[in-house]
């Protein structure tokens, strides 16, 4: 099976992705690129490097208008509003926004307060989500993190407060230790409070970490299975609709900017270590880029910022496009194939029909989609999309 040439005929939509490395402590479960703040954050600096990456990346947008704005880390609660409220204008002014464009913060109840909450809101920021992990004070010394359950329930209230109308919780469940009816009160909790947009999401013991080195004792496979039963029993009975494999939403929630990477679509990432996505019809290509990962090198002048990038090969943009859009519950309109790849759906068809013969993909022509067997076992689904 020959995936055939690229034949891009259009642009996705574009979305940027804004990375702020430092936490005030690593937590020992993360393997995002972030570093133990210093006594004095250089903001100033660091935001320096930010705008000139911006710049430097103006041949990406290729005329389009920014669709979202995701401000990640890290612990980007630890910027000033000023400096986020700099950041959101030079992105406006230089590359512009698409009208109601989604601006996201991630905060964490331990590194914020409500004078910055609306600092933010002031500056822009009109989702805003918050790192709970979970509501019980036991797991969250276990994890490292350095806020308590009463703290994570009043940075919620304060965002509310400041104006937020889209709050996420991000909240995890498989803790060493836990039990079902623990996981569940976990998220009746977080119902209390009552957010837009919940990722709930399995602890992984991830490479060049603590955990890893050190691993706790987590839940056995059937206490898992449990877990994840009645958890997500719970969120569709509390209104919120699983749209991803770890997002849960209320009508009209979802993460917009989450969903165009699931999508395919393009984005530009500035910051230590951050990563893009880029398409051109100019050359009919689809690159992704990395930047640097380490603070000092980053804003270092006359230093590179870009650490490598890569051509994605005909062959090997089959299994690129279904490892993101196939995260989705409803899947992503056959279309979008030919739109986001320039590759021909009829490559891949033998494999696709097989897939759905084998109750794995759904039976719709024109939507490329798993079902509930296929969304398990998403792995051997994948397969079928290496050339």
């Not at 009208?99 to 002031?122: C, M, R, S, V, Y």
């Not at 013969?357 to 939507?367: T, V």
Request: charged share 20%.
């Amino acid at each position: 099976m020959s995936a055939g040439a690229i034949q891009l005929q259009q642009l996705p939509p574009l979305s940027l992705y804004i990375h702020v490395p430092w936490c005030i402590r690593k937590c020992p479960y993360c393997d995002f690129n972030s570093h133990t703040a210093p006594g004095i954050l250089p903001e100033r600096d660091y935001i320096a490097a930010l705008l000139a990456d911006l710049k430097q990346e103006q041949t990406s947008v290729q005329r389009r208008k920014l669709a979202s704005i995701f401000i990640g880390g890290g612990t980007p609660s630890l910027l000033s509003p000023a400096a986020i409220n700099t950041l959101l204008e030079a992105t406006e002014k230089q590359i512009g926004w698409q009208k109601n464009i989604e601006i996201t913060l991630e905060a964490n109840p331990g590194a914020i307060d409500a004078q910055h909450f609306a600092g933010f809101h002031n500056a822009g920021v009109n989702r805003i989500s918050i790192g709970v992990q979970s509501f019980d004070d036991r797991q969250l010394r276990a994890l490292g993190r350095i806020h308590t359950a009463d703290d994570a329930m009043r940075a919620f209230k304060a965002a509310r407060n400041a104006g937020f109308g889209v709050i996420n919780l991000d909240l995890m469940y498989g803790l060493p230790g836990q039990s079902a009816s623990q996981a569940e009160a976990d998220l009746q909790t977080a119902f209390g409070l009552q957010p837009e947009h919940i990722s709930w999401y399995e602890l992984t013991l991830e490479p060049n970490t603590e955990f890893h080195k050190r691993p706790p004792r987590l839940p056995p496979e059937l206490a898992l299975e449990s877990i994840e039963t009645s958890g997500r029993a719970a969120l569709q009975q509390a209104g919120y609709q699983r749209y991803e494999i770890s997002a849960y939403a209320r009508p009209n929630q979802q993460s917009r900017h989450n969903r165009n990477y699931w999508q395919f679509g393009d984005y530009i990432g500035i910051g230590a270590g951050a990563h893009s996505k880029i398409s051109s019809i100019i050359s009919n290509r689809i690159e992704r880029k990395w930047k640097t990962r380490v603070p000092s090198d980053y804003m270092a002048k006359g230093h590179c910022r870009t650490a490598g990038k890569r051509t994605l090969e005909p062959a090997q943009l089959p299994l690129e496009f279904m490892m993101n859009a196939l995260r989705l519950s409803q899947g992503v309109p056959a279309s979008y194939y030919f739109q986001r790849t320039g590759l021909q759906l009829s490559a891949i068809e033998p494999g696709l029909k097989q897939l759905r013969q084998g109750g794995l993909l759904r039976k719709e022509p024109d939507r490329l989609c798993t079902t509930a067997a296929g969304s398990r076992y998403l792995d051997s689904v994948l397969q079928a999309f290496i050339l």
